[in-house]
């Protein structure tokens, strides 16, 4: 089977690594430039019976920034479909929002911007999978773990504030 002079050219899968990479790279530097992790200011956090062992969330993130970069990615590649653009540009600001959070909790050490600042960063995640679906619906479910992570995360964080705050 032929790809007809019409379709669109497919990029290259290096865009692919890239946008992952991208993602993960970000992701990683929020969080080490904050001095998020186990730091004796978290330590000392009282931590509610949510909140995971600490190994779990650089597993967890490295996992969800591959896919998101990976979403991002399929809805850039059919950047021609109708609601591309909102949907890039909602992810854009989910991503801000979400590597804003590392610094407010971490960095200035507040329990209470960590819990307020999820809260936007959810819904911005939201949007974008509500957003992806229209263009893309592979990149939407790929999205679905990365929101049902920041439902639990709010969860946590709002815990540790109520403990804390």
């Given at each position: 089977m032929?790809?007809?002079s019409s379709a669109a050219?497919?990029?290259p899968l290096w865009t692919l690594a890239a946008a992952m990479a991208g993602c993960l790279v970000l992701?990683?530097?929020s969080?080490?430039?904050s001095g998020s992790g186990d730091t004796p200011w978290y330590r000392?956090?009282?931590k509610g019976s949510l909140t995971p062992p600490n190994w779990v969330f650089p597993v967890a993130w490295t996992i969800l920034y591959l896919l998101i970069g990976a979403a991002a990615w399929r809805v850039w590649r059919r950047g021609d479909r109708p609601g591309a653009r909102l949907a890039l540009g909602l992810f854009a600001?989910?991503?801000v929002l979400n590597l804003a959070w590392s610094p407010m909790f971490f960095g200035l050490e507040s329990v209470t911007l960590g819990a307020v600042t999820i809260v936007p960063v959810l819904l911005a995640a939201g949007a974008a999978m509500i957003a992806f679906r229209r263009v893309d619906p592979a990149a939407a479910a790929m999205l679905a773990p990365y929101v049902l992570w920041l439902v639990y995360a709010t969860a946590v964080a709002w815990q540790?504030?109520?403990l804390n705050g």
């Open positions: 032929t790809e007809s050219p497919r990029p992701g990683m530097l969080g080490t430039l000392a956090l009282v600001l989910q991503l540790i504030w109520r």
